[in-house]
């Protein structure tokens, strides 16, 4: 069975950051494209940023661009997303989630919940 | 890079088929056949339903069936049941390099 697990969401005050760790069990994640998307409370999802399965492409949506970083270690099988100058909006669940048929996410992690107090 | 647009709600019998729209533009489900669709039950992750506008992951039933045109993708359900009641998500990817999901759909079975 595959499975991601999320960790290092937590609350911090606007302009602070965190760092979100995602690790995959079941599958080996080296090959594979990742994503973060991200849920606000009562919200739908937004995507927050790719990597590809060798870290030299990455994309962001503008919202989050200039201030989150996505990379990964394969040597380590772990995904990254460092958030710096948070804001009061980024407050939400973040998912990790796995692109295994090129172009859309199937598997996702249960999230963690990242709060951002104004 | 504007969230594609899908209607708030849907609603039906079981047994009945539903259909909910998906539009974007050029930029994303007018070039690319890369429309995804995702079920998401309360407090649960999304879960990928449709791939590539048409394709169904292992284990995802048949009754769950997608169509693009132009600018409009769409996600059909037929034979509804009580456990198909969630909310739906599309997503494209764009020519920006980006993905965009849609506002979401809550379906609620009568």
């Known amino acids: 069975d595959v499975h991601l697990v999320e960790s290092g969401g937590g609350l911090v005050q606007s302009g602070g950051s965190l760092r979100l760790s995602c690790t995959p069990s079941?599958?080996?994640?080296?090959?594979?494209?990742m994503h973060w998307v991200r849920q606000a409370p009562g919200e739908g999802l937004v995507w927050v940023s790719h990597?590809?399965?060798?870290?030299?492409?990455?994309n962001y949506a503008d919202s989050v661009k200039g201030r989150f970083t996505i990379s990964r270690d394969n040597a380590k099988n772990t995904l990254y997303l460092q958030m710096d100058s948070l804001r009061a909006e980024d407050t939400a669940v973040y998912f990790c989630?796995?692109?295994?048929?090129?172009?859309?996410?199937?598997?996702w992690g249960q999230g963690t919940t990242v709060t951002v107090s104004s | 890079q504007s969230a594609l647009t899908q209607p708030a709600s849907v609603s039906g019998s079981p047994g009945q088929s539903i259909t909910i729209s998906c539009t974007g533009s050029?930029?994303?489900?007018?070039?690319?056949?890369?429309v995804s669709w995702y079920q998401q039950h309360p407090d649960k992750p999304p879960k990928l339903i449709l791939y590539?506008?048409?394709n169904r992951p292992s284990g995802i039933s048949n009754r769950f069936t997608g169509f693009k045109s132009g600018n409009t993708a769409s996600l059909t359900i037929s034979g509804l049941q009580a456990e198909d009641e969630a909310h739906y998500y599309c997503?494209?990817?764009?020519?920006?390099?980006?993905?965009?999901f849609g506002g979401g759909t809550r379906v609620t079975v009568l």
């Open positions: 989630v796995a692109d295994r048929v090129y172009f859309a996410m199937d598997v």
């Open positions: 079941g599958f080996s994640f080296t090959t594979y494209w």
């Open positions: 990597i590809s399965g060798g870290g030299d492409d990455r």
């Open positions: 050029s930029s994303d489900i007018g070039t690319y056949r890369y």
């Open positions: 590539d506008g048409g």
């Open positions: 997503s494209s990817y764009t020519t920006s390099s980006t993905w965009v």
